[in-house]
């Protein structure tokens, strides 16, 4: 795939990639000492107060739009992978693809089908069979030999 990075993104990158290194806290940590040295040389007056708390505070600032694009980046980047996982697979459900577009109360009620596949899991014999939610419960009553129907949660 060929990379074109705008300013911006070339920028993001290199900027939590140096603020996230060991010489960026060395000298965020170097800045803290020689402010705290420098107190009785301007008597530990209101300017030189403000002088840390005002540049601490514009640099968490930027950091923290940093932080969410890398982070907004991340995110989308494993939710494609995972989407990929899913969609290639034969034995998965792709209503799982793209799931974090639903809302709350839906993740939830999704939440639900899996405490129930859990539940379902705990009485099988071979930790290596696997079901999709649709097949989990009607797979459960095969297997234990009950002729009685088990009812599956209810579709998402």
């Known amino acids: 795939m060929k990379k074109k ?13 140096a603020t996230g290194s060991p010489a960026a806290f060395i000298v965020a940590m170097a800045t803290v ?22 540049g601490t505070t514009i640099v968490t600032f930027l950091m923290v ?5 890398s982070q907004n980046k991340d995110s989308k980047a494993i939710h494609l992978k995972l989407n990929e996982l899913l969609a290639s697979h034969e ?8 799931i974090e577009d639903l809302t709350e ?5 999704l939440y639900k089908f899996y405490i129930q596949l859990s539940d379902l ?18 797979n459960q009553k095969r297997k234990s030999g009950n002729r009685k129907p088990v009812k599956p949660a209810k579709d998402v």
């Not at 739009?65 to 694009?69: M, R």
């Not at 034995?91 to 793209?98: E, F, H, I, K, W």
Request: avoid cysteine; glycine fraction near 2%.
């Open 33 to 54: 000492i020689i402010w705290a040295i420098t107190g009785p040389l301007f008597h530990y007056s209101e300017t030189w107060q403000r002088v840390i708390n005002t």
């Open 91 to 98: 034995g998965t459900s792709n209503r799982m693809v793209n």
């Open 121 to 138: 899991a705990e009485k099988e014999d071979d930790l290596t069979r696997t079901h999709s939610i649709d097949a989990a419960a009607e």
């Open 5 to 17: 990075n705008n300013l911006f993104e070339r920028f993001s990158n290199w900027a939590t990639a």
């Open 65 to 69: 739009f940093l932080i969410q694009k």
């Open 105 to 109: 109360e839906e993740l939830d009620h």
